[in-house]
């Protein structure tokens, strides 16, 4: 009987807010010990779906039964006591207590009236050993990785005798090494007689780690299939509604004059350590250069320094032949820089702000929306409408606040917005990170458009494959230098690793 | 007509209203555990805030400094700064409105407009001081302008008892008349009530308080730092100079309140030993009003009936005047709290929908 392993089935759920269904009707069955992907778009339902298993919304229709048994499921507590952990995308845990006291939160053991922390200690270890998941018990959050953190996570599920697991994103805020681990501990968790419910965009993992794969769009169930028996081309476009190509398409550059120059640059972090030492190149018209490193190398900083955030202690940058170090970002950006910023929550937009207004961030001041100090509210929203019309945004209209936005459509205003600004040099960082494959493609499809215009491109990337893909030159930077530029034509994904890594390769050095 | 029922029914509207009615209704509760009649107590309270034109009058006078000090707080929310200090920048409107209303000899149309301006220019300096320490100094506004209120409060008292008293009085000597606020004939029409002419500023006031922070290039700077000051560094704008401009504004407020209730109702300045409270208030009423300019307005007039009120459930109906403290005190707590308003809402609404 097909019944007798099925530990969680909703059947029917139907969830609506002001406005939207984000879930309707729907079906999903996870099966004993299997790791089941929830794919879809931002803004699909998927966490929505989650969220009411977990008891923190009430489904308007519809029923859930866990282990064959009809649930109600009132609130966390009661999804606890069912064996339901969620491991949420941001960390709920307290910086300044340790991985035990974090785990053991609310559920401590004791001893009269004092908390047994040898007992918790023992616990927690053995846990850890079980599963592989190692940390360190005694140390403060504050003071570990964000590997360790998502690891206390999931033990302070595993503490509370969890068997059915909801990883919600997982892997958005971890570095590659850490996503490996990752994928291993979840093998060994199902190993264990653990179920995983998976929620994600990225095709890899599911390819990788998952055993089946329900595929939501627009808050219905589209597809539930055994993922042995599909490839990502499939899912993307189940996920999507339409053919996605994985791909760039593009000519070859024809790259003209020096856009942007840097020579020589050093600067400090914030905690007075040298982060840039010594850095130079240089971009031209019509042409991505690309930025390979490993993340903590000096990128952000070098993005903060070229954007007017940073001070350099020593060596010039120039556009167009002037120099414009140390100018306050608002003289750069009206000497034609645009900046798509490494985190659009805290630097690009204004979450609070409506879109008509965030569309004008850079340039709310000039003549065509100040007169003598009021703002032309009519050209304004003009202007909104025409970006949220051209840049194809998602949103009911131009005065919706930002924070509803999903990411994508949060990152396509951002997009929107400088580059109707019209930059001669456009300085993407981050551009893709936590969109799903429709949103990416869109924004490549707008940066390579630039280069075609003839503007200059600086891509500073994580993603190897966007590197690869977009870059018409990649300059690897490591310990605050540029260290190599290669032809991504012509490099290897191994050998740019090793170059990110301080190795040397041969072949390499492009003009 | 849609759009005004739409209005009525947003949540922003709806939780001070039924806020301002679950404290009253608790307040009759308590009432009749103190076997007082609370329909009495509140007919009297309305009786005595609106029962004849001298009552109306001095309700007003009671309204118009809450409405100076909840401006100011709600103006410095809105920029993102927590300004405990409008007290301090009330003292020192004061303050400076009585230095010119004694110190100077002007015709009445120069030395009146001067008192006020002073009384607003004190109270927005006193304002930079915390703005200039957020932003130069990183200290929280929070801490400087608790601090400065005692500063301000013994400095006013300072001032007045070494070159302003009146010989043998706790008080300054009298402001010249022509730098009051008030008049003859206007108090004559109100049964000689003390209401003066600051409510005119306090309303013009709240009308620059709309204007400036939604419809002006610099309000939009102004609320950008308040709601994400990275952003608003990265987009260009000074994030420093906008602390400091925004605290000098919600001083500017806070201090031609305490200018408008010196020339307006007293025409002199005592010697305090404890703070006057408006400035405390100003928080209450902003926060009922939502941080906006008409809530703000309509704050004030609530606080200010109830406690011009409350006088009259004294002599109407022999409840103690305290009573009224305990129903602000619960208003302010379901606004706060708008967590159990939002469940009430609720529970209407599935009322209403069982009954169809």
Redesign the interface.
């Known amino acids: 009987m097909e019944k007798d392993n099925t530990v969680v089935e909703m059947k029917g759920i139907t969830k609506r807010f002001p406005g939207i269904v984000a879930n309707d009707s729907v079906d999903l069955i996870v099966k004993k010990g299997e790791i089941h992907a929830l794919l879809g778009e931002n803004g699909a339902g998927k966490s929505t779906l989650m969220n009411i298993l977990f008891g923190l919304y009430q489904p308007d229709e519809g029923e859930i039964w866990i282990k064959g048994k009809k649930e109600v499921i009132t609130d966390p507590n009661y999804a606890n006591r069912l064996g339901i952990g969620m491991v949420h995308q941001h960390f709920m845990l307290i910086d300044n207590f340790t991985v035990v006291e974090n785990i053991i939160l609310g559920a401590e053991p004791q001893k009269t009236l004092k908390i047994d922390y040898d007992r918790s200690v023992k616990k927690v270890l053995d846990l850890s050993k079980r599963y592989g998941l190692h940390v360190d018990p005694h140390v403060k959050i504050e003071d570990v990785s964000v590997g360790m953190q998502q690891r206390v996570e999931i033990l302070k599920t595993l503490y509370r005798g969890a068997d059915i697991l909801i990883f919600d994103e997982p892997t958005a805020v971890l570095t590659p090494q850490e996503i490996e681990e990752l994928m291993v501990i979840m093998k060994n968790l199902v190993q264990e007689g653990k179920t995983i419910i998976l929620i994600t965009h990225k095709l890899k993992e599911i390819m990788e780690a998952c055993d089946t794969v329900t595929i939501i769009r627009r808050g219905k169930v589209i597809d539930r299939l055994a993922v042995n028996e599909t490839n990502p081309e499939e899912l993307a476009e189940k996920m999507v509604g339409r053919n996605v190509s994985f791909s760039v398409q593009k000519d070859k550059a024809k790259p003209l004059d020096t856009i942007l120059s840097v020579q020589n640059i050093h600067a400090s972090d914030n905690r007075g350590v040298k982060a840039l030492n010594g850095l130079s190149f240089e971009v031209k018209a019509g042409e991505i250069l690309g930025i390979a490193g490993v993340d903590g190398n000096g990128q952000s900083e070098l993005i903060e320094v070229l ?1 007017g ?1 940073r001070k350099i202690e020593s060596g010039k940058i120039s556009l167009h032949n002037k120099p414009v170090h140390n100018l ?4 750069i ?1 009206e000497s034609g820089v645009g ?1 798509i ?1 490494e985190d659009r929550q ?8 409506t879109l008509r ?1 965030n569309l004008v ?2 340039s ?2 000039q003549p065509e929306f ?1 007169h003598h ?3 032309q ?1 009519k050209e304004i929203n003009q202007h909104a409408i025409a970006l949220i019309k051209e840049y194809d945004v998602r949103t009911p209209d131009e005065f919706t606040i930002a924070r509803a936005l999903s990411g994508g459509n949060q990152q396509k205003a951002v997009i929107a917005r400088e580059i109707s600004n019209n930059p001669d040099l456009l300085i993407a960082a981050q551009p893709t990170r936590g969109l799903d494959v429709g949103a990416i493609e869109f924004i490549h499809q707008r940066l390579i458009e630039q280069r075609d215009k003839g503007k200059a491109v600086l891509l500073i990337s994580l993603e190897l494959d966007e590197l690869m893909n977009l870059s018409d030159r990649i300059a690897v930077i490591y310990e605050g230098k540029i260290v190599g530029m290669v032809d991504p034509e012509v490099i290897t994904d191994r050998e740019l690793g090793l170059m990110m890594s301080g190795g040397k390769v041969e072949r390499e050095e492009v003009e | 007509m849609n759009k005004w029922i739409h209005i009525f029914t947003k949540e922003s509207v709806l939780i001070p209203v039924i806020s301002t009615l679950l404290g009253l209704l608790i307040g009759a509760f308590i009432m009749l555990l103190g076997a007082y009649n609370p329909i009495q107590a509140y007919l009297s309270l309305i009786e005595k805030a609106f029962g004849d034109f001298y009552s109306i009058g001095e309700t007003i006078r009671q309204i118009t400094p809450l409405i100076f000090t909840g401006l100011s707080v709600a103006f410095a929310f809105r920029t993102g700064l927590f300004n405990i200090g409008a007290e301090g920048q009330f003292i020192m409107g004061s303050l400076a409105a009585t230095i010119v209303g004694i110190q100077l000899d002007l015709p009445w149309y120069l030395h009146m407009p001067l008192a006020v301006v002073a009384g607003g220019m004190a109270g927005g300096l006193w304002g930079v001081i915390a703005g200039y320490l957020k932003a130069k100094r990183g200290v929280h506004e929070v801490i400087t302008t608790i601090m400065l209120n005692w500063i301000s409060l013994y400095l006013s008292n300072y001032f007045v008892k070494a070159y302003l008293s009146e010989p043998g009085q706790q008080r300054s000597e009298f402001l010249k008349e022509s730098s009051w606020l008030s008049l003859q004939g206007l108090s004559q029409l109100f049964d000689n009530a003390r209401i003066h002419f600051g409510i005119l500023i306090a309303i013009l006031c709240a009308v620059i308080f709309y204007i400036v922070l939604w419809k002006t290039k610099q309000g939009y700077e102004l609320r950008a730092v308040g709601f994400n000051p990275h952003a608003a560094e990265y987009a260009g704008m000074n994030v420093g100079v906008n602390v400091m401009k925004a605290m000098f504004v919600s001083g500017v407020f806070a201090g031609l309140g305490g200018a408008a209730e010196i020339l307006g109702v007293f025409h002199y300045l005592t010697i305090n030993a404890a703070f006057p409270g408006y400035g405390f208030q100003g928080i209450a009423v902003a926060l009922i009003g939502g941080n906006t300019a008409l809530g703000t307005v309509l704050g004030a007039v609530l606080f200010g009936v109830l406690t011009f009120g409350a006088t009259g459930m004294k002599f109407g109906a022999g409840v103690p005047v305290e009573i009224i403290s305990i129903v602000i005190a619960l208003v302010i707590f379901f606004v706060a709290a708008k967590g159990i308003v939002k469940y009430v809402i609720q529970l209407f609404k599935k009322e209403k929908k069982n009954m169809l």
């Open positions: 954007s955030l306050n970002p608002r003289l950006s900046h910023p805290k630097r690009g937009l204004i979450l609070d702000f207004e961030l850079k709310y001041y100040n100090g009021f703002l509210y």
